[in-house]
């Protein structure tokens, strides 16, 4: 089934514009618009009832981030992320949240603390009553509480970008029978060297926890296939 939009309405056009860039971007990521499905730029200015040049901007946009790709004689296709492209994007990220980390440990404060260890009881909490959708939203709480303890609003934005392009894939993380008891046990391990204010403890417990987690990630959508 095609994915429509619902028509936006804003007075301002740059808004518009960063608006519809937004929207079909999430869409994108969130797997509404799948891979190979086409981007017409007409169609996707009668759904949301506003002219074509922001879609076109925006399709501009979306094409420099790599989400969509210009076929020839077939215009502008949704990407896929190949496996070679989720491994190169974890690779990143590994170093990103390691490197949020180890900044947070000389910067974070008590009551942010006490935030990372009442996020982690609540997901393990929620875990354990089989809620796990609620549990993956708060470990994603958790290492938003460390991003902007780091004050980096640059490393923030990157971090957070790289996320958002895998969140649907590392989902599937887990769905694995006690990876979230494991995450807890990691966030702990965080959490304490965040506390002592130990920057590189704490970036090597955060660089392990994000790698395991990736494996594990890698294992259950690749290997058994």
Known sequence: M?????????DNMGYIRDSVFSILRNAILDGKLEPGQRL?????????????TPVREAI???????LVTHIPRKGVVVSGFTKEDIEEIQVI??????LSCSIAASKIKEYELERLESINNKMLEEYQKGNVSKSILLNRKFHEVIYKAAESPHLYYFVSTLREYISKFTKLTYTKS?????????????IKNLRQHNSDKSYNSAKR??????????KMAYLKK
């Not at 017409?40 to 074509?52: D, F, P, V, W």
């Not at 501009?60 to 790599?66: M, Q, S, T």
């Not at 006690?178 to 965080?190: A, D, K, M, P, Y």
């Open 2 to 10: 095609t994915y429509e939009f619902s028509p936006i309405k804003f």
């Open 40 to 52: 017409i730029e007409r169609n996707i200015a009668e759904q949301l009832k506003i002219s074509r």
């Open 178 to 190: 006690g990876r979230l008891q494991e995450v807890f046990t990691e966030h702990n391990e965080i």
């Open 93 to 98: 990220r590994i170093s990103l949240e390691a």
């Open 60 to 66: 501009r946009k979306l094409e420099f981030e790599k």
């Open 209 to 218: 926890h994000i790698e395991k987690s990736n494996e594990v990630f890698l």
